[in-house]
């Protein structure tokens, strides 16, 4: 499937000068220390999971996904997408996985260059060199969507951008998109809750940039009385939208059946 960029446009890359004795001082090296504030980035980011830092977000054209400006991390490196790049798709009816597949290193006498390829592959699994933006399933005739109508949206199957499997980068592992988070927090808070977890859940969804994967979790897990586990993108959509739809019923609050058995997560 061919590629289409505006002229001037890169892909997300990792660029870093080199300065031995002998060599002339350019211009464009000098430029490339100036534009990437690499220290303070590296550092700021050290403790992050492969995965999503800021940015890259999609929005549907006519025939094209997009692919905003943004940052990624793959095996300790910061990768920076400096504009939105364009990709052509179809309508295919199967499952299409949008995907950053990372090169190998490339050395130059000037620079060590890494960069990355972004496509559209129908093949699930990731390989070790890839990482998932989104995925969807087009119908033919169909249109396809990045706009959201609800939290449960998010797992519509046809014609919908699908961030559930996306990894977001976190703290030591990878967490749930925001997009995602937000969409949940502002429908709980709609129905006024009275339960505290969902009160602190929500606000911390809507006041921070990320939400740790481990405090979803232990949300999950306390809100319906499970036992404490890590649970996947799907199960985590999945029991949200529990939460969701108690919350509407004027859901119970935790603690109420204290000798309520603890229940386990079937995937």
């Known amino acids: 499937m061919?590629?289409?960029?505006?002229?001037?446009?890169?892909?997300?890359?990792?660029?870093?000068?080199?300065?031995?004795?002998?060599r002339i001082l350019k211009r464009e090296m000098?430029?490339?220390?100036r534009d990437y504030p690499r220290e303070f980035l590296d550092l700021y980011f050290q403790d992050y999971s492969n995965g999503i830092i800021a940015g890259v977000n999609i929005i549907v054209a006519d025939a094209s996904v997009i692919i905003t400006k943004g940052i990624i991390k793959h095996n300790g490196k910061l990768y920076v997408l400096h504009s939105s790049y364009e990709l052509p798709y179809e309508a295919t009816g199967n499952e299409t996985i949008l995907k950053v597949r990372f090169a190998e290193e490339v050395n130059d006498s000037d620079f060590t260059n890494y960069t990355t390829d972004i496509v559209l592959d129908h093949s699930i699994e990731l390989a070790h060199n890839e990482l998932e933006l989104a995925r969807f399933k087009l119908k033919l005739g169909a249109k396809l969507r990045s706009e959201h109508i609800d939290f449960l949206d998010f797992a519509t199957e046809y014609n919908t951008v699908n961030y559930l499997h996306c990894q977001y980068a976190g703290l030591q592992k990878s967490t749930y998109h925001p997009i995602i988070l937000h969409y949940f927090a502002r429908e709980l808070l709609k129905n006024r809750p009275s339960n505290p977890y969902d009160i602190a859940f929500a606000l911390e969804c809507i006041n921070q940039e990320r939400v740790q994967r481990d405090a979803i979790n232990f949300y999950i897990c306390n809100r319906l009385e499970l036992d404490y586990q890590t649970l996947s993108n799907s199960q985590i959509h999945k029991y949200l939208n529990r939460i969701l739809v108690e919350s509407k019923g004027g859901g119970r609050m935790t603690g109420q059946n204290k000798g309520r058995p603890k229940r386990m997560i079937v995937d």
């Open 2 to 22: 061919k590629k289409r960029k505006e002229v001037g446009d890169s892909l997300f890359a990792n660029q870093y000068p080199h300065f031995q004795k002998g």
């Open 30 to 33: 000098l430029e490339n220390l």
